[in-house]
């Protein structure tokens, strides 16, 4: 009989097929999950509500219909988890606001339905930032996760505390959501897959980060797992909704890799990356070409164009949308300082701007300039802007006849706890893929050397020096990198991720198993 650990450390999709087979029952797998979690949530504090019980009597009902020679679906007794945000019936769904801590949902958000009908049973819910809008899992209500490859680190954000359950074996599978990297950062510093689908085949309808009316980035419903099939078959799951359904998904299987021509760039010069993250996209981009596939080196043109039209777009209402779903109650310090910027009066913006620049703060100052655009007509400039730039890049693809694009997830490792507060913004690399709609996710591939800490040169500049003490102590953090097809072929993603998550497993320095 396998142990508890070995049953922890299997895919979903391998619980499914074990179930199904009667070599384990589903209450062995929840039983084992949840004593995983008791281990170590106590250090990483990444499940907040356990819905414990009920997933002992789902899991019996599971078994009681294998008997019956009857099956849900395809993850018929899987225990998997949920982000806090989306709703579960009978728990809370707060954002990390203690305002909503009291208030549970009557009903299964629809893609959390999906999941059940697929057959899946729910252990509970993981933490987040609160109103979803930092990379660390930190708020307020439930406090601070941390990450299970080092504790002094974050796990990432918003879907934080997901990633470090899943990486940590207290769970295969997790549903998140995305708007600027919410699933791939976490999934990046954790050392787990994870993957943003198209906009519009998903959409996450959360009512208390950003107002929900604010259409020209939209956040989507994404999945974190451990492998790439189970992130998939998930996938494939949720995009069964009858809301706003979008265009069937391919099997990603069924894509040949040595047809591919794929698009590779290491850095997107606006923000250098740590020596271990190129060295990521480096490694991989070898494996696939061993794997038959064409690369080539690509830049997305207009970045600093980009990260403009991102926080221009977001910040239309001047912070007023976070306002209201805080109801007076303290804001996160990562939060309240995008408040403060969005809702900053244009003249105080103007000299704030030029004082960072002249004490050589370069990297704030061009961020402060993001901010402060709220009338109507500069909105509509933004978002005609956001479908030139949409464009522009759509034409770059298809001159250059690419397929899948191949680079970084995050300029850094995991950041250390309230390096987000300096460091809100890394470069596009996340961003820039919600900006444009496109389908990208996150696979993991090395851990960070010794030699390869950092390499950054003394700077007075706060956001320079703030990478640079990320990057030092970093040694053993897992590294991943960002695979991104072109609207609406995730299963091109997919492939291209599934192609180098079998090769980098066969690595020495594979991040399989944190050491908690």
Known sequence: MASNNELTRLSATAMATKIASGEISSLELVNAHIERIEQVNPALNAMVF???????????????????KQSSGIFHGVPITIKECLDVAGTPSTFGLKWRADIHAEHDDIYVGEMRKAGAVILGKTNVAQCLL??????????????????????????????????????????????????????????????????????????????????????????????VED????????????????????????????????????????????????????????????????????????????????FALLSADRGVGFKQALRGERADPRLKTMMQLSSMPAATRFLARGLLRATGQKTLSDFLGHFGYSR??????????????????AAQLEQNKIDAILCPPCALPALTHGASQDLGVMGAYGMLWNLLG??????????????????????????????????????????????VARPWREHIALAVMNAVEQAARKGSDYPEQPPL
Request: aromatic share 6%.
């Open 376 to 393: 109507v007509s500069d909105h509509w400039q933004w978002v005609e802007a956001q479908m030139q730039y949409r464009k522009k890049i």
């Open 134 to 227: 930092y990379y660390e899992s930190d708020n307020p209500l439930y406090g601070r996760s941390n990450n299970p490859w080092n504790l002094e680190r974050t796990c990432g954000g918003s879907s934080g505390g997901e990633a470090a359950i899943i990486a940590a074996g207290g769970s295969p599978l997790g549903l998140g959501t995305d708007i600027g990297g919410s699933c791939r950062v976490p999934a990046a510093f954790c050392g787990v897959v994870g993957f943003k689908p198209t906009d519009g085949r998903v959409p996450d309808t959360g009512l208390y980060s950003l107002p929900i009316g604010q259409r020209a980035v939209v956040s989507q419903v994404g999945v974190l797992a451990r492998h």
């Open 50 to 68: 356990k819905t414990h019980d009920r997933a002992r009597t789902e899991a019996m009902a599971a078994d009681a219909a294998r008997l019956r």
């Open 231 to 310: 992130v998939a078959n998930a996938l494939s799951t949720i995009n069964q909704s009858n809301f706003e359904p979008g265009l069937a998904l391919p099997d990603y299987r069924q894509t040949d890799i040595a047809k591919l021509r794929i698009a590779v760039y290491h850095d997107d010069r606006s923000f250098a990356v740590a020596p271990a993250v190129a060295r990521a996209v480096k490694q991989a981009a070898a494996l696939l070409r061993a794997n038959g596939a064409e690369l080539i080196e690509w830049q997305p043109p207009d970045v600093p164009e980009a990260v403009h039209l991102y």
């Open 438 to 483: 496109y389908p990208a996710g996150v696979v993991p591939v090395t851990r960070v050397k010794t030699e390869e800490e950092s390499t950054r040169n003394p700077s007075r500049d706060i956001v320079e020096k703030a990478a640079g003490k990320v990057e030092k102590g970093s040694a053993g953090l897992p590294i991943g990198v960002q695979v």
